[in-house]
């Protein structure tokens, strides 16, 4: 923490918290930080990191550059990244965005998408998904309302899907299932916690 200590003001004052990743491994981490006062008075804050490895590939995609088709259109948001984002209205024709990437080798690699889910809740948040012309699978969207990042995950199951890729190139295709559910950004990366993707 800077500073470590010092004396209190009479309005907010800044306490930044770093952390020091070397000889960490990549995984989550959890700490408490205690702010005592000298009179006995105390704070705790949970703390959470999350550590990737130095060399994580990340391959951002705008969902606006993807290849629309079908009812799929972009939108303007202030609140999307570069202002704009990919979905079907609730009147259009089933659509899609196709995505095509590289990777640098064979691997795991994982799908983030920076969403929103209007309400009401439950009837604008999935997607059709397919990699590579895949069988078509189910993604429920676990954001909104309002911008978030969600890890594809197959419905009824909780973890991540991985994706064994070899090096070249590839295509990501989201087809809407449900209208209006708003999709800003894809992440593909050897690393499945979207929280690590800029806005």
């Known amino acids: ?118 309400e009401p809740s439950g009837t604008h948040d999935s997607f059709f998904f397919a990699m590579d012309g895949t069988e078509p699978r189910i993604w429920d969207v676990l954001a909104g309302p309002g911008w978030q990042w969600d890890t594809l995950r197959v419905r009824n199951d909780p973890t991540p899907c991985v994706f064994h890729l070899a090096p070249g190139k590839h295509a990501l295709v989201l087809k809407s299932r449900e209208p209006d559910c708003r999709l800003d950004a894809m992440v593909v990366s050897d690393t499945p916690d979207p929280e690590l993707q800029p806005e």
């Open 1 to 118: 923490c800077t500073p470590a200590s010092g004396a209190t003001a009479a309005g907010p004052q800044e306490v930044v918290v770093s952390c020091d990743t070397a000889g960490l491994a990549p995984r989550d981490y959890d700490a408490a930080l205690a702010f005592r006062t000298d009179d006995g008075y105390q704070r705790t804050l949970v703390v959470k990191t999350h550590v990737v490895a130095a060399d994580a590939f990340v391959a951002r995609l705008e969902g606006e550059a993807g290849i629309l088709a079908g009812g799929m259109c972009a939108e303007a948001d202030p609140l999307a990244s570069g202002g704009r984002y990919v979905h079907v209205p609730a009147a259009g024709p089933e659509g899609t965005v196709t995505f095509a990437f590289e990777v640098p080798k064979e691997g795991d690699y994982y799908v983030s998408g920076r969403c929103f889910a209007p």
